[in-house]
């Protein structure tokens, strides 16, 4: 089934046509608000959004209004994955672990998803969401350091380098900042670890491309891991309304 999978944030959005049979060489595109009516309107998929921000049921409701098939990820529609957490948990979070067990169904699993958070969970291969952690991104750590000090620069994540011995103010905000969030992604998959067999650690987000070659495990990187899993999500629901 082909679907177009959009992930919805405050300001951006990203979407791709997923193929569900082959979801592979996936070609993100990054929009907006303003442009994605646009660039989905001679579209004739079925879409599938998924979001933890309120404009994204606004983004369901105006796609709909304009003739457009629409699944609004929802985790009351996610049956087919046993979740040990309160209702509190984001539909992201969900959608990288039904993406993640789809690729590796034989695969205990560490998914670290990094952007304006870092969140570290733990997925069992018998499709048990088991829980995780959630830390600053690394844009956030660089934002906050300069903007609640008086002289330290504002540095660019992209940009940072690790040094073992800073000698210069900053060398020293830049390892600094690797350390935290390498080192409080490490400290995270540590623990999810003792609750998992042999797991594959899975990362994606745009923070996780800057700090993935900090992080001491050995991990693979699937970018468009939330929007497969956002088109996984959407495809029982499909299937059953013969769509």
């Not at 049921?57 to 049956?79: A, D, F, P, Q």
Request: net charge neutral; aromatic share 6%.
């Amino acid at each position: 089934m082909k679907i177009i999978a959009i992930d919805a944030g405050n300001t951006h959005l990203r979407f791709a046509k997923i193929d569900t049979e082959n979801p592979q060489n996936v070609e993100i595109i990054h929009s907006n608000y303003e442009k994605i009516f646009a660039e989905l309107k001679n579209e004739d998929l079925l879409i599938s959004v998924a979001s933890v921000v309120p404009k994204g049921e606004w983004l369901c409701n105006e796609l709909c209004k304009i003739g457009k098939k629409v699944y609004s990820c929802n985790r009351k529609t996610i049956l087919n994955l046993k979740i040990n957490y309160s209702e509190t948990l984001g539909i992201d979070r969900i959608v990288d672990a039904i993406a993640g067990l789809k690729l590796f169904p034989a695969r205990d699993l560490i998914i670290i998803d990094s952007g304006t958070a870092t969140t570290i969970d733990c997925v069992r291969a018998n499709r048990e969401f088991l829980g995780g952690f959630i830390l600053p991104g690394i844009k956030i750590t660089t934002e906050v350091i300069h903007e609640k000090t008086a002289v330290l620069p504002k540095l660019k994540p992209a940009d940072l380098e690790f040094s073992e011995m800073p000698q210069d103010t900053v060398s020293a905000i830049a390892s600094g900042l690797i350390a935290d969030c390498a080192g409080g992604i490490e400290y995270g998959i540590d623990f999810c670890e003792k609750k998992l067999e042999n797991p594959l650690i899975l990362g994606c987000g745009g923070g996780w491309e800057i700090i993935k070659k900090f992080v001491r495990k050995p991990t693979q990187s699937i970018p468009a891991l939330t929007l497969i899993g956002t088109a996984f999500a959407a495809e029982n629901y499909f299937t059953l309304l013969r769509l």
